[in-house]
């Protein structure tokens, strides 16, 4: 809460400094918004940054770096994450952006190692160049220009390339994506709750540690010569791994952060919705034939 201005509810925003002035002799340890319904802690609307934790991103004193791996370590357990960041602690939207578009960044960087590795050690060791496969400068250019861009529709087999093609990863971004969306349509979270977009926006961010880890754990499968046959035939399970932590995530979000009120059953509407809208940006994506990169 910033220091010019009175208290508010933490979820929908309502000025409660009526509520506060009303007081003669003495401070209730709790209040309930009237507007929304949320019950909370005085002490945590009128010291909102008392509780925040040190490692959190988003309110740390020290270096991004510093505390980027310790954010993610700890958004990877939702319910030990959501037990320490409160409704209640400010939302800096502008370093959330940052952290979200630094959590896609690192996942394409995954991305790019792992195909340059399997471009190198698999499709010019296993797939053949005729008699001249290519050296040198030669080998590192064309492994950079395959890399760079490895993203296509496609389904690859074993030894095609690149692993990273085909709908699962697509499938995963896409959910992660319109699940906030679809928080929005709900009345239940945007009409009775009046929960602001700023603790969507929160909740994304932090859940699009999602991709870079699932990205991660794939990409080391494939690297495993053990274990890259089988990482390659199912695939689609680690797609179904970050879509059951993404419905944890957003569950514990519902009960947890914003306290809704039949968080369950918001979370299998929400997920639902998601679920359609990534099944049809997908069959569009198909029907217009998105090949990635050539």
């Excluded at 400068?137 to 692993?163: M, Q, V």
């Excluded at 689609?236 to 993404?246: C, D, E, V």
Aim: glycine residues 6%; charged residues 15%.
């Amino acid at each position: 809460m910033p220091a010019d201005t009175g208290p508010s509810c933490p979820r929908c925003g309502y000025d409660l400094i009526g509520v506060v002035e009303s007081w003669k002799d003495s401070c209730p340890l709790k209040g309930v918004c009237s507007e929304c319904g949320l019950e909370f802690p005085w002490s945590n609307v009128l010291s909102p940054l008392r509780s925040v934790p040190r490692w959190l991103i988003e309110h740390s004193r020290r270096r991004a770096l510093e505390t980027f791996v310790p954010t993610v370590a700890w958004s990877l357990r939702p319910a030990r994450f959501w037990s320490a960041v409160r409704i209640e602690h400010p939302i800096h939207a502008r370093t959330l952006v940052v952290y979200a578009v630094s959590l896609v960044a690192l996942a394409h960087l995954v991305v790019f190692l792992a195909t340059a590795i399997n471009f190198r050690y698999t499709k010019v060791a296993f797939m053949g160049w005729g008699l001249r496969p290519p050296t040198g400068w030669s080998l590192y250019r064309a492994t950079f220009e395959a890399a760079a861009w490895p993203y296509s529709l496609d389904d690859p087999s074993y030894y095609d390339f690149p692993p990273f093609a085909g709908l699962w990863p697509w499938a995963l971004v896409c959910l992660t994506i319109l699940t906030p969306i679809a928080h929005m349509i709900l009345s239940d979270t945007f009409g009775l709750a009046r929960v602001r977009f700023e603790h969507l926006l929160r909740a994304w961010a932090y859940s699009m540690v999602v991709v870079p880890v699932t990205a991660a754990v794939f990409a080391v499968g494939c690297s495993i010569p053990d274990a890259s046959l089988a990482t390659m035939r199912w695939r689609w399970l680690f797609f179904l791994g970050g879509a059951i932590w993404l419905v944890r995530w957003w569950w514990v979000v519902s009960h947890r952060y914003l306290r809704l009120p039949q968080a369950g059953l918001a979370t299998i509407a929400v997920f639902s919705i998601s679920a359609l809208g990534s099944a049809a940006i997908l069959s569009l994506l198909e029907l217009i034939g998105f090949q990635g990169r050539a």
